[in-house]
C-alpha cells in the first residue's frame, strides 16, 4: 500500500453526503471522488468493478487514478460514459456517494462517515433537483438503496453517523 487513507461518506441518495463531503475533502485538501461518476439510474451497484480497476487499485498503489465519468447530461438514463478524469495519488482521498463504504471496500478504508436524514426529506431533495417527473425513478432508486444496505450491514460499520438535517442540501 502506499499510504493513502481512503474516507467514505455514504448513506442514502438525498441525505446530504455531498454537502460534508466537499467541505470534508477541502478541510482534508484531498480529491474528492463522487461514486456519481459511476452510477445510474440503471445499475444501482453493478459498476462496482470498473470503480475498483479504474480507482481504487491505482490509487491504493500510489498511483493516479483515470476513469471515464458518467455521462449524466447527454444519457441520464443510459449508461453511457463521458469525459475522462484523473485524480492524482494523494496520502488522502474522499470517496462519496451512495454504497462508497460497502463490505467490499470496508477494509481498506480509513474512515467511514454515514449520512442519513427522513425519507420524505431525501425525496423531497431529490425531486427538488430532478424534478416531479423523476418520482417513479426516485421511489424506486430508494427501495434498491434500502434493500442494499440493510444486505450489507453498511451503517452498521461506520465510524461516525451524522444527520444531513431536515434542511440540508445535498
Not at 438514463?77 to 485524480?87: A, I, N, T
Not at 454504497?99 to 454515514?114: G, K, M, P, Q
Not at 450491514?153 to 444527520?163: E, H, I, L
Amino acid at each position: 500500500m502506499s499510504g493513502t487513507r481512503l474516507v467514505a461518506v455514504d448513506g442514502p441518495s438525498g441525505s446530504g453526503k455531498s454537502t460534508l463531503a466537499g467541505p470534508l475533502a477541502d478541510r482534508l485538501r484531498a480529491p474528492l471522488v463522487p461514486i456519481d461518476d459511476f452510477v445510474s439510474w440503471n445499475d444501482f451497484a453493478g459498476w462496482w468493478p470498473r470503480f475498483e480497476a479504474q480507482v481504487l487499485e491505482p490509487l491504493l498503489t500510489g498511483h493516479d487514478a483515470v476513469y471515464q465519468q458518467r455521462d449524466w447530461k447527454g444519457d441520464e438514463f443510459g449508461d453511457r460514459l463521458g469525459p475522462w478524469r484523473r485524480v492524482p495519488a494523494s496520502p488522502v482521498v474522499v470517496i462519496e456517494g451512495v454504497t462508497s463504504s460497502r463490505r467490499a471496500v470496508a477494509d481498506r478504508l480509513a474512515c467511514s462517515v454515514w449520512v442519513e436524514a427522513p425519507a420524505a426529506v431525501r425525496l423531497e431533495r431529490g425531486l427538488a433537483r430532478d424534478g416531479e417527473d423523476h418520482r417513479e425513478v426516485w421511489q424506486k432508486w430508494m427501495v434498491e438503496e434500502a434493500v442494499f444496505f440493510e444486505r450489507d450491514g453498511t451503517r452498521s460499520r461506520a465510524d461516525f453517523t451524522t444527520s444531513g438535517g431536515a434542511d440540508a442540501s445535498s
